[in-house]
């Protein structure tokens, strides 16, 4: 599109610069010779002029298909707006398209005459994402491709678990990817998506990225990971296609010195470690042999939190299954459930996680969302040195606080919480009303202020957050659990359901073992609200315990 806008200047200029010539020769028919002159100049003339209307027709048949392509996509995509957006590839390349595509558009027909569309187009245009949406659309799907564990053709091709849109990534797209993660010096990522980009180009897909600007950044990428020899490799056919590229002339060079000294050093390095080697060949075995016994305590956080969302390292033995049990609960005969307990579900024993089914009912859910959406803003956190609430890249969801005095559903459902858990709600938060985005999560954290935050909650007056109550209000197709990576446990998100547990012990000590995170969002549309319940009011109703750990 860019390349047709530019082509209309050209020929103006080349008009200009005929006519101009034209008027510098006067008394043209004095000579025929001069005379023939013109007729060649005219000819030439005709034939911008021709090739400026396949310009214009060429640019309106662009507007076409486009649009054509548009009507199809938005009306599938608006006949089920959250399951359409709840594929992340979809949501990446809605951000991608009214980010960038449509300005593109925009600059396409800015020469027609079709003012009602350009000013409406331009007025809406201020609503659209920006370029940090685009950008946090593409930190998205990196992040998913890591957590689960993805390659790039599945990611690109679409095929993840659970989706009803299936969408295909185009070259463009795949570089896009590739060029967010150089922009971060993610060099490692940017090597997948270029080689993605790369592959569809080599297997016949049109574009008009072409192969040398692919490669120029996949040879780059590569080189900045250590490995040379490939690097090369992609430099070299790189130049196969470009002969005269400046800048990969000088990087084979570089690289072709780079490996002749890395390979002498090799050599040396080799036969100073051959004997080191067979001596150390025992231990080593012995070593590998106890790593392949550690238990999941000695895998770092990071790797935990990413293998459980992947349902891998769960740590729930069959013994301690076993004593995990289901019931109907009414709360030491609580009034409101006498006659019509509810389902109650042990999720863990350490910490005590339990989950209520069918605790919330559809139309519910439905008020509570209504109410949240137009007051949802990106979700802070508290920082631990300031106290000040603050967005951070690990929170990436929009929330809402709903009052009880607001409406009468919020106040049904804090009066359920108090009634089900025995515990005073006049002294906890508003009830929390979250929506998480494309790849949407919540780093492993505390919900409860630690003794190096003694000024946590100091302006809410109420304590520390005694216990957590949670909501899921959507099913997620695929990710978006709720894991606590300390002790291996993993719960699912469940629509109807709430999981609750205590965060801090009996004594008032804060319980560790309930660091949690939620995972990211791979297919679906996560809605979730929460009530952090506070120490303060309920001296008689959870009486302080006499050891630490009670």
Not at 216 to 226: E, P, T
Not at 464 to 484: C, E, H, K, P, Q
Not at 495 to 522: I, M, Q
Request: glycine fraction near 6%.
């Amino acid at each position: 599109m860019h390349r047709t806008r530019m082509e209309l200047p050209c020929w103006c200029l080349l008009l200009l610069s005929c006519l101009e010539s034209l008027s510098a020769n006067n008394d043209f028919f004095t000579s025929i010779g001069q005379m023939t002159d013109l007729l060649y100049t005219e000819k030439d003339l005709v034939t911008s002029l021709k090739d400026y209307i396949r310009a214009e027709e060429n640019k309106l048949e662009q507007v076409k298909r486009w649009a054509d392509r548009l009507d199809s996509l938005t009306s599938t995509a608006t006949q089920d707006p959250e399951g359409f957006l709840g594929h992340p590839v979809n949501a990446f390349k809605l951000m991608k398209r009214l980010n960038t595509e449509w300005g593109n558009l925009e600059s396409l027909v800015l020469s027609d005459t079709t003012d009602g569309f350009i000013s409406n187009l331009t007025i809406q245009r201020q609503y659209f994402p920006t370029e940090e949406d685009q950008t946090g659309a593409a930190k998205a799907l990196l992040r998913l491709q890591d957590t689960y564990n993805l390659d790039a053709n599945t990611i690109s091709t679409g095929d993840l678990p659970g989706v009803k849109h299936k969408n295909r990534m185009t070259v463009e797209d795949c570089y896009e990817l590739g060029k967010v993660a150089y922009a971060e010096a993610d060099y490692y990522h940017t090597e997948l998506w270029m080689a993605q980009a790369l592959r569809q180009l080599e297997e016949g897909e049109e574009s008009p990225l072409d192969k040398v600007t692919v490669l120029d950044y996949l040879s780059y990428a590569i080189y900045q990971q250590g490995d040379l020899k490939r690097a090369l490799e992609y430099t070299k056919k790189l130049l196969q296609l470009d002969p005269e590229h400046q800048r990969a002339n000088g990087n084979q060079k570089y690289f072709e010195f780079q490996l002749e000294k890395q390979e002498k050093q090799d050599e040396t390095a080799e036969k100073e470690t051959q004997q080191q080697d067979r001596e150390k060949r025992d231990t080593t075995q012995k070593k590998k042999k106890k790593q392949s016994q550690k238990s999941l305590s000695l895998i770092p956080e990071r790797k935990k939190y990413e293998m459980l969302c992947r349902g891998e390292g769960v740590r729930m033995t069959s013994r301690r299954q076993s004593r995990l049990f289901c019931r109907y609960y009414d709360n030491k005969h609580n009034p409101r459930f006498v006659l019509a307990p509810v389902k109650q579900q042990d999720e863990w024993d350490r910490p005590y996680i339990v989950r209520y089914i069918d605790i919330i009912s559809e139309a519910e859910m439905d008020k509570i969302k209504q109410l949240a959406k137009p007051r949802l803003r990106r979700a802070t956190i508290s920082n631990p040195v300031t106290g000040v609430l603050e967005t951070a890249p690990y929170r990436i969801s929009k929330s809402a606080w709903l009052t009880a005095y607001e409406d009468p559903v919020v106040e049904k459902i804090n009066q359920r919480i108090e009634d089900l858990t025995g515990l005073e709600m006049d002294t906890a938060e508003e009830l929390q009303v979250a929506n998480y985005g494309v790849g949407g999560q919540y780093e492993p954290h505390f919900d409860f202020g630690r003794k190096d935050e003694p000024d946590a909650f100091k302006e809410l007056g109420t304590g520390n957050r005694i216990a957590t109550w949670l909501f899921y209000m959507s099913d997620v197709s695929a990710g978006g659990a709720t894991v606590f990576p300390d002790v291996g446990a993993s719960v699912g998100p469940q629509k109807g359901t709430a999981v609750f547990w205590y965060n801090l012990f009996a004594s008032g000590e804060g319980d560790y073992s309930t660091r949690h995170a939620a995972c990211p969002v791979l297919v679906g549309n996560k809605w979730v609200s929460n009530k952090w319940i506070h120490e303060r009011g309920q001296e008689w109703r959870r009486p302080c315990g006499l050891s630490e750990n009670e």
